[in-house]
């Protein structure tokens, strides 16, 4: 009876720290676009001098996803499958959280 409680207070959890991983690495992008006057082919370029760590997406495990040549980073989101950034199209229901690099 409290398992659906459970989950939705974690995947609330896990969405609350994507945003603030997503947040970090958004001005950590930033400030290595000023300095080097382009975006880095990948994230672990922004580690250690702008980033402790790479960001983690929540929802995996594993590193958030970084697609330059899009100009976005993207997470799995609630169902932890990678569709490379997918929005919209057969997935609609269940996307991949996508967080596009405005600069």
Known sequence: MTTPAIDSVLRQKSAEH???QVTATLL????YQLKHRRLPAELNELVPQFLPALPVDDFDGNP?????GKKFL???STNG???GG????????EPDW????GF
């Not at 950590?28 to 400030?31: D, E, G, P, Q, V």
């Not at 958030?64 to 330059?68: E, G, I, S, T, V």
């Not at 996508?98 to 690099?101: G, S, Y």
């Open 81 to 83: 499958k990678d569709d």
């Open 64 to 68: 958030l996803r970084y697609a330059p």
């Open 18 to 20: 994507l945003q603030m």
């Open 28 to 31: 950590a992008l930033k400030a």
């Open 98 to 101: 996508v967080f596009p690099i």
């Open 86 to 93: 997918t929005e919209t199209g057969a997935r609609k229901h």
């Open 74 to 76: 993207y997470s799995v």
